[in-house]
């Protein structure tokens, strides 16, 4: 994956650049450009590519950023904002040339407001620790991304995260409300709030999932939801993942939306059996966990039916909660699948697409064709319920020609994603992991008009670049008018 090529003119004033960044924050340590020290930040969650950033800032306040990205901007030095780095996309790859510009000092709850059921946080502060903070009070903050524990609200808005839950209740962008953003430019301004709708152009829709090229955020106020009435989980475990897939299907086809719906293959259910002991039947192909939430009237309605419907796709297992202890296990197994894969392989590359709910088995059918053609084992470990898909290729980065083969295999995936009718990415991103793919999916006009958009914001194109987009381009460029032997295009066209 290849990044920019790192300018030598910013590189030659390294010592200047480090000096003037001590002058705009208000603790000098907070500006880091020793090796040593650097290496903390030279990746994210997608470590198979690393590179130190030239130097990295911590800021503590809303002021220092945008002091800090004036001055890159006028240093004509790149940014890359930097969350709690769990992206698995690259996003949060460094630049040899750039200042990466670490959120962690931002993790202040700054106001909880049950009366508009919302909450106001810094960017900072983690996704599971909005939920810990009201939920004493009977509330909570519904998207769940695995890395909850650690990833930030921040990094879930530059990548639009999901989670088991938004099925039911929608990605990150249905669940924010508003957000503070500085732009490269230093300029703080403010989109949404408390209302549910924001007046004009949707553009906290465009920052959301904008993987930090428009902006860094420094605020955010999200959606809180009160904790359902009852909540209960089926374990249903099928001899094959087609038959899984072909009931995931069947299950949203008959009306029924479950707060989540998630699978796991043979490979995925041993090693989280073996990880945390969640009681999963270990003689099935496929298991498929699903969470009913609302009046218990309703779960059990729902429960007999989702009965019904799995055992007509060849369900030999089916097994309900009997109370909130057996619930929380069955969802730990699948809660820790990632680490767990991670003990049976030296290494794995988590990919991410999305796909619709109906191609689900001849999809997983062609994983496991290609899987033999690329002598590589994979782990479907997924969020069955809306069709976004979590391959683990394992593999062995010490074995040589096995990263780069693992890096087809998951190409091969992601393409096929498209190819049924679906897209490159769900919830992950697109970072460097995706960007040379993107013209498996987007036109060469489709890809310029997103990049119109980014230089409405960043013409310098200074924040994040290398990531998402596979040909870099200047703004002029983009925006530029061909002008053939003196003559306008459609000249009948008035011009202002």
């Given at each position: ?38 290496r ?50 690259g996003?949060?790859?460094?630049l040899?040339?750039g200042?990466?510009?670490?959120l ?43 890395s ?57 829709g ?8 428009l902006?860094v ?6 959606k809180?939801?009160?904790t ?26 008959a ?5 989540g ?8 259910i041993?090693?989280?059996?073996e990880f ?10 496929a ?11 309703e ?6 039916k ?22 929380l ?17 030296p ?14 088995p ?7 064709e ?28 010490n ?19 498209v190819?049924?009718?679906?897209v ?11 960007r040379?793919?993107?013209g ?32 870099l ?24």
């Open positions: 994956m290849l990044m920019p090529k790192p300018n030598q003119d910013v590189l030659a004033k390294r010592g200047y650049l480090v000096k003037e960044l001590r002058k705009i924050v208000a603790d000098s340590d907070a500006v880091i450009d020793d090796k040593d020290n650097l903390a930040f030279e990746c994210d969650g997608l470590s198979a590519y690393r590179q130190l950033p030239m130097i990295a800032v911590l800021p503590e306040t809303v002021d220092e950023i945008s002091e800090i990205l004036k001055f890159c901007a006028a240093e004509g030095v790149n940014v890359v904002p930097r969350g709690a780095g769990t992206s698995l996309s996003g949060a790859l460094p040899a040339d200042v990466l510009l670490g962690g000092k931002f993790k202040k709850i700054l106001d909880i407001d049950y009366e508009n059921r919302c909450m106001v946080v810094q960017p900072g502060v983690t996704n599971l620790a909005i939920t810990e903070a009201v939920k004493a009070d009977g509330f909570y903050y519904a998207p769940d991304p695995s909850q524990i650690a990833c930030t609200i921040g990094g879930n808005i530059a990548e639009n995260s999901g989670g088991v839950h938004c099925l039911k209740y929608g990605l990150t962008t249905n669940n924010v409300l508003g957000i503070e953003m500085v732009t490269m430019a230093g300029e703080v301004i403010r989109l949404g709030g408390k209302h549910l709708d924001a007046e004009g152009y949707d553009l906290l465009v920052i959301t999932g904008s993987e930090g090229l902006g955020i420094t605020e955010v106020t999200v809180i939801l009160a359902p009435e009852h909540v209960s989980a089926q374990l249903i475990g099928f001899p094959s993942s087609e038959q899984a897939g072909d009931c995931v299907g069947k299950i949203i086809g009306g029924i939306i479950p707060a719906m998630e699978m796991m293959d043979r490979y995925a041993h090693a989280a059996e945390c002991h969640a009681g999963y039947p270990l003689d099935v192909e298991l498929l966990i699903v969470e009913l939430d609302g009046p218990k009237v779960i059990e309605h729902y429960s007999v989702i009965d019904e419907i799995a055992a007509a796709c060849g369900a030999t297992v089916s097994r309900t909660s009997q109370n909130e202890e057996e619930r296990a069955f969802w730990a197994g699948r809660k820790a699948a990632f680490p767990a894969v991670g003990r049976i392989s290494d794995y590359m988590c990919m991410d697409g999305t796909i619709p709910r109906s191609q689900l001849k999809v997983l059918k062609r994983m496991g290609l899987s033999e053609h690329y002598g590589l084992r994979v782990a479907n470990v997924f969020h069955a319920g809306d069709g976004n898909l979590h391959p683990l290729i394992l593999f062995d980065a074995i040589p020609g096995e990263l780069e083969r693992c890096e087809e295999f998951g190409a091969d995936i992601l393409k096929l994603c190819e049924v009718g679906g490159l990415t769900g919830e992950h991103g697109v970072g460097i992991e995706k040379d793919l993107m498996e999916m987007f036109s060469e006009d489709d890809l310029k008009q997103q990049q119109r958009l980014k230089c409405a914001f960043d013409p310098d194109g200074r924040l994040n670049p290398g990531k998402v987009f596979p040909i381009h200047r703004c002029a460029e983009l925006g530029k008018m061909h002008v053939h032997n003196g003559e306008l295009p459609f000249p009948d066209i008035p011009r202002f």
